[in-house]
């Protein structure tokens, strides 16, 4: 199994403050078509998860640009420039790398308001 | 503008099956995989499996393996996911996604759909 391991947990941060959220796999993430397959997703509270980030760095349509991923191999970061009160949610990373036997998800780190 | 909008909340008995359903709009709907994600009250992000609504071929977690099946009606774009023997632990919002490969993976989420499985 690819295990993928977030940390922090629970992540206060004051207004205007930078945040970051790490995520390791237990297994390379690089295909063999050259690419890395990780994403990363927010879940505002009682919303469906939104796509933030895919293969590593590439942030979605929409995506303020205080947000930014970067990483290779086993170990990535998402990081918020200056958190705003809208970035209360959940963040989850993906691996897919492993499709079609496995696509897993982080645990979730908890982004809060100081 | 590329919309899935699934079916409505579920009450089941332990031991019945349910059938969520997943439309697709706003895009080819066979020219894209369908995933399908749940997630138990307070808890993280589960794959279940995912689907190519264009040949009908389908991966499920080994975890759901014998009790999950995943089709498609592409006359109508929907994609379908049916849990059956369903236990407590089922109790989840199960969500769908666009796309399973390349830069659209997951790209798109239905609103979800809750799932109550009590006696």
């Known amino acids: 199994d690819v295990v993928m391991t977030q940390s922090p947990l629970s992540l206060p941060v004051t207004l205007g403050q930078p945040a970051s959220i790490s995520c390791r796999s237990s297994q390379s993430l690089v295909y063999s078509d050259g690419n890395t397959y990780l994403n990363w997703f927010q879940q505002r509270p009682g919303q469906s998860p939104r796509r933030l980030i895919y293969k590593v760095s590439n942030r979605d349509s929409g995506v303020p640009d205080r947000f930014s991923g970067s990483g290779s191999g086993t170990d990535f970061t998402l990081k918020i420039s200056r958190v705003e009160a809208e970035d209360v949610g959940v963040y989850y990373c993906m691996q897919g790398t492993h499709w079609p036997l496995l696509i897993t998800f982080g645990q979730g780190t908890r982004l809060e308001i100081k | 503008q590329v919309q899935l909008v699934q079916s409505g909340a579920e009450v089941k008995k332990p031991g019945a099956s349910v059938k969520v359903s997943c439309k697709a709009s706003g895009y080819t709907f066979t020219s894209y995989d369908i995933n399908w994600v749940r997630q138990a009250t307070g808890q993280g992000l589960e794959w279940m499996g995912w689907?190519?609504?264009?040949?009908?071929?389908?991966g499920y977690a080994q975890k759901f393996q014998g009790r999950v099946t995943m089709t498609r009606n592409t006359s109508i774009s929907t994609a379908y996911m049916e849990l059956s023997s369903l236990r407590s632990e089922d109790t989840a919002v199960y969500y769908c996604?666009?796309?399973?490969?390349?830069?659209?993976?997951?790209?798109?989420w239905g609103q979800g759909t809750l799932v109550t499985v009590s006696s």
């Open positions: 689907m190519n609504p264009n040949s009908g071929n389908t």
């Open positions: 996604a666009r796309g399973v490969y390349g830069d659209s993976n997951f790209d798109y």
